[in-house]
């Protein structure tokens, strides 16, 4: 997770012409596993339109980091950035990352897994250090 987090972190800090050392994790940094089963609470309904600096709060950029393939491991589980006119989507595959500034110009949602599991891991960076967190452990 570290050395994804590194290189994430790396190239959102490239990408957008910043320092990467203004650039601290923060939370939730998780895995998601989504698939065609109902969901049992209004947090698991991803398939709503929204954006990650309302959901999240302390979020300025958002990454994910996709590990299973649109179309070959799940259907639908598109991302897809709501923009007037004209939706520009992200086709999921494993290793592709995609990241974006968290606040409502990158309105987003994605769709509903058909079929399959889609899995993906997000991370995202904070600019604020009183909102950062270590990287995670795993036991
Ligand atoms: C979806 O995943 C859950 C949790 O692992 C599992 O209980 C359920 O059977 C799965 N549903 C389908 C359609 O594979
Ligand atoms: C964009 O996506 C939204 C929600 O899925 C849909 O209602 C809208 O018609 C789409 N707009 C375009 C231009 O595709």
């Known amino acids: 997770h570290r050395d994804v987090r590194q290189k994430v ?3 959102i800090a ?7 050392s203004s650039l601290y994790l923060t939370k ?38 996709y590990l ?3 179309l ?5 589980g598109r991302f897809v950035f709501m923009e007037e006119g004209a ?8 290793g592709r990352v995609s990241f974006f500034t ?6 987003h949602r994605v769709e509903r897994v ?11 960076f904070t600019c604020n250090p009183d909102h950062s967190i270590a990287d995670p452990a795993f036991t």
């Not at 999240?56 to 994910?64: A, C, E, I, K, W």
């Not at 520009?88 to 494993?94: C, H, L, N, Q, S």
């Not at 968290?102 to 309105?107: D, M, Y």
């Not at 058909?114 to 995202?124: D, L, M």
Request: glycine share 8%.
């Open 114 to 124: 058909h079929w399959g599991t889609r899995y993906a891991v997000t991370i995202a």
């Open 87 to 94: 939706n520009k989507t992200v086709e999921p595959r494993a």
């Open 28 to 65: 939730p940094t998780f895995f998601s596993r989504i698939n065609s089963t109902e969901a049992r609470t209004a947090h698991d309904e991803y398939w709503h339109a929204h954006v990650d600096k309302v959901t999240y709060g302390s979020f300025d950029y958002t990454s994910l980091l």
């Open 102 to 107: 968290s606040g409502s110009e990158n309105l």
């Open 9 to 11: 972190q790396l190239a």
């Open 68 to 70: 299973s393939d649109y």
């Open 14 to 20: 490239q990408a957008f012409g910043i320092s990467a």
């Open 72 to 76: 070959d491991d799940f259907g639908g």
